[in-house]
């Protein structure tokens, strides 16, 4: 491309036209974009392991007047992942865009004594699940011309949250990953950034981990659960949890046009801890 070749400024965040896939897309995060994206005018593909609750995310998205398609797979499962790829672009369109977000916290315990199968399942899921699918749709936008893709990573990546080996060592892997493809797919027009949320509320993973730290009994949380919510808001610089719909602006802005020269970035999203 010509260094010198000026550039219209962006209009404003707009999708309509677009197929966005969503991995984790009936949890809160993944779910809470859905409808972000959506009511921006993208065709929503949502893949999630959970049928239920998948079902229900698609209903909520039509009753919303968004368009979508879901399709049940493990993110983990190539073979599944590619059907999924199959029958979302078949049903919506070329995929544009791709929130890589399907993840699992796993276990809190100490290094010592943390359960290798559970770090396993957890190395498993976020990051042999997050390359299969990232792999399997840049095959897809290289045949159609580029795209853009978002991994979830975790500011537990950097922050050594104590009781959680295995998902801050797999979450730092994604933003490795991230790194590594953006470089690999820049040259088909894919730009592959990462964010990192860290503690985001209300939902699962709030409420999870705070019960769980408490439960592990170690030097860093109190042993009484809302202590140790205080403890980790007090560990803010704003002093206040993140709502998971002050991450989808983030995401938003990640797969549009608008940032049309950023790749390889990991943007975090956490009140001020760096
Ligand atoms: N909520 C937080 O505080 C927080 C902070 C940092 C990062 N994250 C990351 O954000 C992402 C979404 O988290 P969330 O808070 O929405 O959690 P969630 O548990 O509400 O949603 C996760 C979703 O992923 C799906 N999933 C899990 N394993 C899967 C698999 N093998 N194949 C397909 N789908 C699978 C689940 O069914 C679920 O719907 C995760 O990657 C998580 O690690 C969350």
């Known amino acids: 491309m010509d260094a010198n070749a000026t550039h219209a400024h962006p209009t404003a965040i707009d999708f309509h036209g677009k197929t966005i896939v969503i991995t984790g897309a009936a949890g809160d995060i993944g779910f809470a974009t859905a409808q972000y994206l959506g009511h921006l005018g993208a065709r929503i593909g949502l893949l999630d392991l959970d049928p239920e609750k998948t079902q229900a995310a698609a209903k909520t998205l039509t009753q919303q007047g968004i368009t979508n398609a879901y399709f049940i797979a493990d993110v983990t499962n190539p073979e599944q ?4 790829i199959d029958h979302l672009s078949h049903t919506l369109g070329p995929i544009h865009g791709l929130f890589n977000n399907a993840g699992y916290q796993g276990h809190f315990s100490p290094t010592h004594t943390y359960p290798l199968d559970d770090f396993n399942r957890v190395m498993h899921i976020n990051v042999t699940g997050a390359f299969t699918v990232m792999s399997a749709i840049a095959r897809h936008m290289i045949t159609h011309g580029g ?13 050594g949250p104590p009781n959680m080996i295995a998902y801050a060592t797999s979450k730092a892997a994604l933003i490795g990953m991230t790194q590594t493809a953006s470089k690999d797919l820049a040259p088909y027009q894919i730009r592959v950034n990462a964010i990192s949320p860290a503690y985001m509320g209300p939902g699962f993973m709030w409420t999870r981990q705070v019960e769980l730290q408490a439960a592990a009994g170690s030097q860093y949380f109190d042993a009484c659960p809302d202590n140790v919510a205080e403890q980790m808001i007090q560990s803010i610089p704003m002093r206040r949890y993140g709502h998971i ?13 608008t940032s049309s020269y950023i790749t390889g970035v990991n943007l975090p999203i956490s009140g001020g801890i760096l």
């Not at 992942?81 to 999924?84: F, I, Q, R, Y």
């Not at 719909?245 to 046009?257: H, K, P, Q, R």
Request: net charge negative; charged share 10%; aromatic share 4%.
């Open 245 to 257: 719909n002050e991450i989808v602006g983030a995401v938003a802005f990640l797969l549009s046009d």
């Open 147 to 159: 795209g853009a893709i978002v991994n979830t990573a975790s500011m537990a990546a950097v922050g």
């Open 81 to 84: 992942v590619k059907n999924a």
